[in-house]
Antibody, heavy 121, light 110 residues
Framework: QIQLVQSGAEVKKPGASVRVSCKASGYTFASYVINWVRQAPGQGLEWMGR????????AYAEKMQGRFTMTADTSTSTAYMELRSLRSDDTAMYFC??????????????WGQGTLLTVSS | QSVLTQPPSVSGAPGQSVTISCTGS?????????VHWYQQLPGSVPKLLIYGNTNRPSGVPDRFSGSKSGTSASLAITGLQAEDEADYYC??????????FGGGTKLTVL
């Protein structure tokens, strides 16, 4: 079965960086796009960006450009996100999600379990 | 402020029907991009509920249906059940091909 398994919870200080992994299984990793979505406590879903596991092409939400980087290792079917210069308002649950479909707008059919990032001094 | 606008909350009694709206603009829903819906049960991961405006993934009951018209979309839930109590999010794309979400609607089953 298709699974996305994310790395564990992180606690970071303001100004630090964090790297979260998302290991895919049950499908051909390189054939799909991985998206990153975050959800602050008690808030809604916020799309951060997507990366094609096939060719490495990325698209970032305007708000996330500059501090956020996505990478992928096709040899281990693992996607990574890195967020730098962390601030308290980066405290959130971070999800990876597989993108399916194209053309008129893909949807997110499988989601990781989430990684809780807490930024606190 | 979310790009797509949803009512913060809706409610209904068991067995009743509710509709959740999702209003966008000419640069997203109105530009022809599909609308998708997700259900997030308390403390859980979002789950795909409706894709491509009207389609249900395997396993989603036919009590859930989606529609789209112009710059808006709707999610209808009939025969409300206690286990439907959750947050519901609409999602589409904008002209820059960035994904956009609604702010979410909390459904309370009375």
């Amino acid at each position: 079965q298709i699974q996305l398994v994310q790395s564990g919870a992180e606690v970071k200080k303001p100004g630090a960086s964090v790297r979260v992994s998302c290991k895919a299984s049950g499908y051909t990793f390189a054939s799909y796009v991985i998206n990153w979505v975050r959800q602050a406590p008690g808030q809604g879903l916020e799309w951060m960006g997507r990366m094609s596991a096939h060719n490495g092409h990325t698209a970032y939400a305007e708000k996330m450009q500059g501090r956020f980087t996505m990478t992928a290792d096709t040899s281990t079917s693992t996607a990574y996100m890195e967020l730098r210069s962390l601030r308290s308002d980066d405290t959130a649950m971070y999800f990876c999600a597989r993108g399916y479909g194209a053309g008129s707008g893909p949807y997110f059919d499988y989601w990781g379990q989430g990684t809780l990032l807490t930024v606190s001094s | 402020q979310s790009v797509l606008t949803q009512p913060p909350s809706v409610s209904g009694a068991p067995g009743q029907s509710v509709t959740i709206s999702c209003t966008g603009s000419s640069s997203n829903i109105g530009a022809g991009y599909h609308v998708h819906w997700y259900q997030q049960l308390p403390g859980s991961v979002p789950k795909l509920l409706i894709y491509g405006n009207t389609n249900r993934p395997s396993g989603v009951p036919d009590r859930f249906s989606g529609s789209k018209s112009g710059t808006s979309a709707s999610l209808a839930i009939t025969g409300l059940q206690a286990e439907d109590e959750a947050d519901y999010y609409c999602q589409s794309h904008d002209s820059s091909l960035s994904a956009v979400f609604g702010g979410g609607t909390k459904l309370t089953v009375l």
